[in-house]
């Protein structure tokens, strides 16, 4: 276990296919609005410090359930559970953590203690759990802005 900052690479948690394929739906379904690069737009950039700021340290169950919940609601559609792993795979991919052999498929796993979104290195395990909303239930938030 290396908490070197900047070094931290957990995971191997997807596949570079499974994230080829939500790259896929990333890029018709979420580049709208969080740039084809993920460079921002109408919503913030879903890479770098933004996720840091609100993911560091969250269980990636957190993560996929913004996905399948607000974030399909905003692209004005529905994600079954495995699309919204394949989206979660593409974001892990471009936010650092390195792919692995086995693909996510299932759920279940997110809600795992090692699986968190910590993947750019810092060691805010404990610190980053304060402000975040549980999204795995579907809490839609408010209307996207921008329109
Ligand atoms: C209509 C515009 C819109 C679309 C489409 C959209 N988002 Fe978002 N997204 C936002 C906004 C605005 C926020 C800021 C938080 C909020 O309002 O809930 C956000 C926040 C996020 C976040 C958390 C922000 C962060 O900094 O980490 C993630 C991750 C995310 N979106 C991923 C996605 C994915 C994946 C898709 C495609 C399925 C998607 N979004 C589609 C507007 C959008």
């Known amino acids: 276990m290396s ?3 900047g070094k931290t690479k957990q995971g191997r948690w997807y596949t570079e296919e499974q994230a080829a ?3 896929k739906t ?3 379904a979420c580049a709208p609005c969080h740039g084809a690069n993920l460079e921002s737009g109408a919503g913030p ?3 770098g410090a933004s996720w840091q ?8 169950l957190t993560v996929w359930g913004e996905i399948k919940g607000p974030m399909a609601q905003y692209a004005g559609t529905t994600f079954a559970n495995q699309q919204s792993l394949n989206l979660l795979a ?3 991919q471009q936010n650092g953590l390195p792919a692995g052999k086995k693909p996510l ?9 090692s699986m968190t979104a910590e ?3 810092r060691e805010s395990r404990s610190s980053a759990n304060s402000s975040l909303r549980s999204a795995a239930g579907g809490s839609a938030g408010g209307a996207p802005r921008g329109q």
């Open 3 to 5: 908490n070197e900052q």
């Open 45 to 47: 950039t879903p890479k």
């Open 90 to 92: 593409y974001l892990l």
């Open 26 to 28: 990333y890029a018709q």
């Open 53 to 60: 700021q609100l993911y560091g340290g969250a269980k990636l």
């Open 105 to 113: 498929a299932d759920t279940r796993t997110l809600r795992h203690d």
């Open 119 to 121: 993947v750019l290195g």
């Open 21 to 23: 394929t939500g790259a």
